[in-house]
């Protein structure tokens, strides 16, 4: 079957998301479909679907190859994985409405040249792993307003290209190949530092903020670990985790969060924190930064004098940018 025609495949009447593997094409994770070859009548037959996510790997899709897709309107996850696109597929893209996942791995010819063309699109994870990606292109790709995460391992960006998109506080590099995990956290540590705020910080009291933090996780670690064997039904449950409230948190309680709905985490959801950064952003307000062990989840946490003792007013998690999230 060398000319695969769309005459000879029997089409669905619809489908959402089409995967092309080892000359397989899966349409909604169930119907398959022989594709030995890829060629413009299937793309474009792909195309009139209502697609939210298109992938292709091993296949030598070119950019001519993607026209069909211009303009595609519910396209929200797309990737060609080692295929032979250029900087000249980013054109395309930039007529995806809804796109925010781009997977690119393994297009050597892509160099980024063309990624300022989606400078004003929702793009948030752009990879491009074992790509020709240089410095001038990442450089680029940190221009595009709403991305959050970029791959770059095996690629040509050097250490200054990365360190020259620092300014970006919203963009997070992924690379566990590219760079040491050192230079990594060197990226970060200026990242954090160009986005600060002018005041000075008071050591003082970020050490007894840190203090107050380390005292707070001790105890809701004690607190998770009672619960793990006494339960929610336990009549202490529930005492315990708002003596602690009282103790250490300014913060309102949130619907759906501690200590108004109950949940605990094995090995504690704070046993691994460790202190990464300060930022004074007033006399009474603080950022304190930590890092989770291992899984390299980072936090902010506000802390806010009140009643002249530091409390925790609030904890943000780095995902699509800071997110508020629950104690």
Known sequence: MDAMSCEIIKWPKRAYTADLKDGILILDGQKQIEVPKLNMEIMEHLA??????????????????????????????????????????????????KLRYLLLDGNAMIKGSGLSILQNKKIDLLTLNRTGLNDEG?????????????QI???????????????????????????????????????????????????????ECRRVLSAFFAEMTEWEQY????????????????????????????????????????????????????????KNKLYIYTKTEKLDFEHRFLMKKVNNEWKIDAVHMRLDGWQRVGL
């Not at 296949?59 to 295929?83: C, Q, R, W």
């Not at 990442?138 to 970029?150: E, N, R």
């Not at 992924?174 to 540590?189: A, G, I, P």
């Open 48 to 97: 009139e679907y209502k697609l939210i996510g298109f992938h292709a790997k091993g296949y030598p899709v070119t950019d001519e190859l993607l026209i069909p897709f211009a303009g595609h309107k519910s396209m929200a996850n797309f990737g060609v994985e080692d295929g032979a696109l250029t900087d000249a597929c980013f054109s395309v893209f930039s007529d995806m409405p």
């Open 138 to 150: 990442l450089l680029k790709a940190a221009s595009i307003k709403k991305l959050t995460h970029i």
């Open 153 to 207: 391992d095996d690629t040509a960006v050097t250490y200054e290209g990365l360190l020259s998109i620092a300014d970006n506080g919203r963009i997070e590099p992924v690379s566990h190949k590219q760079f040491t995990k050192e230079e990594m956290e060197s990226f970060s540590q200026l990242q954090r530092e160009k986005a600060k705020k002018s005041a000075l910080l008071d050591e003082q009291s970020a050490e």
């Open 227 to 282: 619960m793990e064997h006494a339960g929610f039904e336990d009549a202490q449950a529930v005492p315990r985790l708002l003596a602690i409230w009282e103790k250490y948190v300014s913060e309102k309680p949130r619907l759906g969060h501690r200590p108004l709905a109950l949940s605990y985490s094995s090995p504690g959801t704070y046993s691994r924190e460790n202190f990464i950064d300060a930022e004074q952003i007033t």
